[in-house]
């Protein structure tokens, strides 16, 4: 009989203890952020929710989602909560972080009630669709009891459905092996993103680009208010980080063909250093933010479907490339792409038009 | 009971708990948070039933399905805020009118 190395369980031990906290942890920050009556605190504790998901997917083994989870889901994400928090104080609503509400805005609208002033901010009331506030207590509570008996009847369903799935599964890990000599890359989840499937990628990009086309067609936003003077830190901050960021997103690119990496996480990172630059209060110069800008961000889409179609003469398939040149073609895809989601993800921040915006 | 299905159970929680933010909460900042955590909580099951081959690598083509989630997910909270912006704008509120109440 085989002599159990102590050292190994005692690893086993603690790895079992690492993911049993980090599993309690996620379902208590997701809880708090949920029900933490200041707005802003529960979007700092979402952000934090979403490293520590960056942390899970690592411990699960797949560092490519981490490293889009922690740039995208969890600081673009972010960033693009508070901004939306941001404005919503502007235009009178809620009390800012100083407690002050802005007075020119509130002027302008109808009388809100007080009551409600303070309810978009302050208690999380469960106010179930449907069901005015004056109706008596007993209705409301017998919803809420009947809401989280469903939700528990839903709960152990999905658990039990999950816990009922084989404990080994053959995924599709070795049909990807088998074809990973003939995809140009080294990465298996580049492969499958970028080759594979490609045709998710490319609808996946155009959504990215439909959803800038949807804010933009909300209209501009109303003018920012009096900036306060340039903050020092931020200033130097930025001077030294976009730089580095620039780099770190040209290394992920190029790396996402044999190791972690690839586009989309590259571009995430692009991304990031735009909103530095946009909290910065530069703006694109007025000749770049209308023809030239929209080129840039359509530029992904296209370069992806000229890729695709560029491989049809020989009698391929849509998206189907010759393998000697798989390597290369899928490089150009992501660099375009990169550069595209980057610039894209920034005016997601931003939130109108640049053009709209300066025309104020 | 290996770890992949505890962060399936944690994944399954966490589409729970959002699916009650999302109904128990009017304002809409705090439904656009929730859809969120339901977003991360199904792509925590896809990625930890991934990990499930045993000794080989995971299978990379739910990662890739999660990173295209991940993705996605911004685009719509993105344009999701961008509507609640247009409905504070247009009535005062961060909440979508009550029907009763007209």
Same mark, same amino acid.
């Given at each position: ?11 086993t031990?603690?790895a ?8 309690v942890?996620l379902?208590?920050l ?13 979007i700092?504790?979402?952000i934090?929710?979403g ?9 699960l083994?797949a560092?490519?989602?981490?490293l889009?989870?922690?740039a ?6 972010g960033?693009l ?10 235009t ?15 002027m ?7 009551t ?8 999380p009331e469960p106010?179930p ?5 004056t ?9 809420r ?11 152990s ?14 995924g ?16 298996p989840?580049?492969a ?11 609808l ?5 680009l ?12 109303p003018p920012?208010?009096?900036?306060s003077?340039p903050?020092?830190?931020?200033d130097t ?10 780099l ?13 990496g ?9 991304g ?6 946009l909290?910065t209060?530069?703006?694109l110069?007025?000749?770049?933010a209308?023809r ?13 479907v000229?890729?695709?179609v ?9 998206l ?5 040149q798989a ?23 931003l ?6 915006e300066?025309d104020? | 009971?290996?770890i992949?299905f505890l962060?399936? =159970? *944690?994944? @399954?929680? /966490?589409?729970c708990? #959002?699916?009650?933010?999302?109904i128990?909460?009017?304002h809409?900042?705090?439904? +656009?948070?929730?859809?969120n955590?339901?977003?991360?909580g199904?792509? =925590? *099951?896809l @990625?930890? /039933?991934?990990?499930? #081959? ?12 999660v +990173?295209?989630?991940?993705v ?6 993105? =344009? ?6 247009k ?7 961060a909440?979508?009118p ?5």
């Amino acid at each position: 009989m085989a002599q159990r190395d102590p050292c190994m369980e005692a690893m086993t031990l603690v790895a079992w203890t690492f993911d049993a906290l980090l599993g309690v942890g996620l379902s208590w920050l997701a809880w708090r952020a949920l029900a933490c009556p200041d707005l802003f605190k529960a979007i700092v504790l979402f952000i934090a929710f979403g490293l520590l998901m960056a942390l899970a997917w690592v411990r699960l083994e797949a560092p490519d989602v981490a490293l889009a989870e922690a740039a995208i889901g969890a600081g673009l994400t972010g960033a693009l909560l508070m901004a939306a928090l941001a404005r919503l104080r502007d235009t009178g609503g809620v009390p800012n972080a100083l407690g002050k509400r802005n007075r020119a805005f509130t002027m302008r609208r109808t009388a809100t009630p007080t009551t409600d002033e303070r309810r978009d901010d302050r208690l999380p009331e469960p106010s179930p669709p449907g069901s005015p506030a004056t109706r008596g207590r007993p209705g409301v509570k017998a919803f809420r009891w009947l809401a989280l008996s469903l939700l528990l009847a839903l709960a152990s369903g999905l658990g039990y459905t999950v816990l009922s799935l084989p404990d080994q599964a053959q995924g599709l890990q070795s049909a990807v092996a088998g074809h990973m000599d003939r995809s140009g890359v080294l990465n298996p989840v580049t492969a499958v993103l970028l080759n594979f499937r490609g045709y998710d990628t490319l609808l996946e990009m155009a959504v990215l680009l439909l959803a800038l086309l949807g804010t933009w067609s909300l209209g501009s936003l109303p003018p920012a208010r009096a900036e306060s003077a340039p903050v020092p830190v931020l200033d130097t901050l930025v001077r030294g980080l976009v730089p580095v960021l620039v780099l770190v997103a040209a290394y992920l690119l190029w790396a996402g063909a044999h190791a972690p990496g690839g586009a989309f996480q590259a571009g995430a990172v692009l991304g990031a250093a735009g909103v530095l630059l946009l909290l910065t209060g530069w703006r694109l110069p007025r000749r770049l933010a209308r023809r030239p800008l929209r080129i840039v961000l359509a530029a992904g889409v296209v370069a992806f479907v000229g890729v695709a179609v560029v491989a049809l003469p020989g009698g391929r398939q849509l998206l189907e490339y010759p393998p000697p040149q798989a390597g290369i073609l899928i490089l150009l895809i992501e660099a375009v792409a990169t550069v595209s989601i980057g610039i894209t993800l920034a005016a997601l921040f931003l939130g109108a038009a640049p053009a709209d915006e300066l025309d104020q | 009971m290996s770890i992949e299905f505890l962060y399936a =159970l *944690v994944g @399954v929680g /966490l589409v729970c708990l #959002g699916l009650h933010a999302l109904i128990a909460y009017a304002h809409l900042l705090r439904k +656009i948070l929730a859809i969120n955590v339901m977003g991360s909580g199904v792509f =925590l *099951v896809l @990625v930890a /039933l991934a990990r499930r #081959g045993g000794d080989v690598p995971p299978d990379p083509v739910p990662h890739a399905m999660v +990173i295209t989630g991940i993705v996605v997910a911004v685009s719509a909270t993105a =344009l999701a805020l961008s509507l609640m912006r247009k409905v504070n704008a247009a009535t005062g509120r961060a909440e979508l009118p009550d029907q009763d109440r007209d």
